[in-house]
């Protein structure tokens, strides 16, 4: 079942976030996620505001977990680490 992986983050270094990005996106696609959306000014409607938001759609859990695991994505994990506070939350897709 697809499934929808939200990322909310609270930025510390912007510049370290957008290398991050630059090198997270394409393995985020080897496992087949899609970029749904993207703001880094998410309107906050109830709740901590975040300063950043990312909408990915993946086709299974195990391909998140794949993508969370592969080894090339391990090094960009330290890197997102200190660039943010990240909470990612996984929903069902419709």
């Known amino acids: 079942m697809a499934v929808i992986m ?3 983050q609270k930025v510390k270094d912007w510049d370290l976030l957008a290398e ?5 996106g394409p393995i985020v696609r080897r496992h087949g996620g ?3 959306g993207r703001s880094n000014t998410p309107e906050c409607l109830h709740g901590e505001p975040a300063d950043s938001a990312i909408v990915f759609r993946f ?3 195990e391909a998140v977990d794949a993508w969370l695991a592969d080894p090339d994505y391990q090094p960009l994990k330290i890197i997102r680490d200190r660039a943010v506070d990240m909470n990612l939350l996984i929903v069902d897709a419709m």
């Open 59 to 61: 086709p299974s859990r």
């Open 6 to 8: 939200l990322a909310t």
């Open 34 to 36: 899609e970029l749904l």
């Open 20 to 24: 991050y990005r630059k090198g997270a």
